[in-house]
T-cell receptor, first 112, second 109 residues
Framework: NAGVTQTPKFQVLKTGQSMTLQCAQD?????MSWYRQDPGMGLRLIHY???????DQGEVPNGYNVSRSTTEDFPLRLLSAAPSQTSVYFC???????????FGEGSWLTVV | RKEVEQDPGPFNVPEGATVAFNCTYS??????FFWYRQDCRKEPKLLMS?????NEDGRFTAQLNRASQYISLLIRDSKLSDSATYLC??????????WGAGTKLIIKP
């Protein structure tokens, strides 16, 4: 009963490095998304996908790439990390017609 | 002005008391509304959806006022375990969920 699994939980990057946050769900959800959460702000949508092979930009997509080659996986790539990308990242999924969003446990990313 | 606004708190409330907080939204075309709960350093989890007629789930009551564009959450007989941050979420359609920054609630023994 894994739900949404995201890794790593903690990561420190140097400015300019690239990395990928992994996200997998085993609930056969069509919709998957990535959010970032910063102090004093609501969750902000980075990218989302409504199915395999389909992705779209959210509110704050700059500096991030995504792909959705399978229903289960939705990795988030930081192309060239910047200190402004220091944040907590959450992967989430749900059925397209569903109201309940299931979140991963979060990834704490620090860019120095 | 943020599209979804919440009082950040914290609300410090004695155990057993009733507490209520509101969330205002600016987009009148918003379609559906939710309250999520987030514990410290954890992921958000759905607390309840908010229906036009108001709805109740145990000690929790949610209300929607479309005319004034706000939703509310009432917690009765508060428990220590209710301490958390409560996030207001507004669905404005087309896969766009707008999240409030949250209201922090601290229940004191």
């Amino acid at each position: 009963n894994a739900g949404v699994t995201q890794t790593p939980k903690f990561q420190v990057l140097k400015t300019g490095q690239s990395m990928t946050l992994q996200c997998a769900q085993d609930m056969n959800h069509e919709y998957m998304s990535w959010y970032r959460q910063d102090p004093g702000m609501g969750l902000r949508l980075i990218h989302y996908s409504v199915g395999a092979g389909i992705t779209d930009q959210g509110e704050v997509p700059n500096g991030y790439n995504v792909s959705r080659s399978t229903t289960e996986d939705f990795p988030l790539r930081l192309l060239s990390a910047a200190p402004s990308q220091t944040s907590v990242y959450f992967c989430a999924s749900r059925f397209s017609s569903g109201n309940t969003i299931y979140f991963g446990e979060g990834s704490w990313l620090t860019v120095v | 002005r943020k599209e979804v606004e919440q009082d950040p708190g914290p609300f410090n409330v004695p155990e057993g008391a009733t507490v209520a907080f509101n969330c205002t939204y600016s987009n009148s075309a918003s379609q559906s509304f939710f309250w999520y709960r987030q514990d410290c350093r954890k992921e958000p989890k759905l607390l309840m959806s908010v229906y036009s007629s108001g709805n109740e789930d145990g000690r929790f009551t949610a209300q929607l006022n479309r005319a004034s564009q706000y939703i509310s959450l009432l917690i009765r007989d508060s428990k220590l375990s209710d301490s958390a941050t409560y996030l207001c979420v507004v669905n404005r359609g087309n896969y766009q969920l707008i999240w409030g920054a949250g209201t922090k609630l601290i229940i004191k023994p």
